[in-house]
């Protein structure tokens, strides 16, 4: 049987901008898509820590330190609100993730934490 697993975080990532007249998706420094593993053009799960808004759209790699939302969801947040990013996959047993844990003065990152894979717990 699947299930749904999270296979990457990114925790604290700030807003750097919003773009309401723009086709959706939200951009992210492609430096980070690759270091969390997250793929160009993925969905993701976007959580709103200040307002507590939640939207699912896709990743689009951008410029290094940004996060933008684009869009409508560009609705749901402001600049400087802090996010978490959230992708998933789809297996029979958990095999780990990665989490980075971000500065929220710049969007670097501070940490990284590998979830263990479930045979290992």
Known sequence: MLRTFVHAKIHGIRITECKLHYNGSAEIDRELLAASGIAPYEQIHIVNMNNSERLITYAFPGEPGAFTLNG??????????????????????????????????DNSVLETIDYPAAESL
């Not at 600049?79 to 297996?91: F, H, M, P, T, W």
């Open 72 to 105: 409508g969801a560009a609705r749901l947040g402001a600049k400087g609100d802090s996010c978490l990013v959230i992708a998933y996959r789809q297996e029979e047993q958990f095999s780990g993730a990665k989490v980075l844990m971000m500065n929220p003065e």
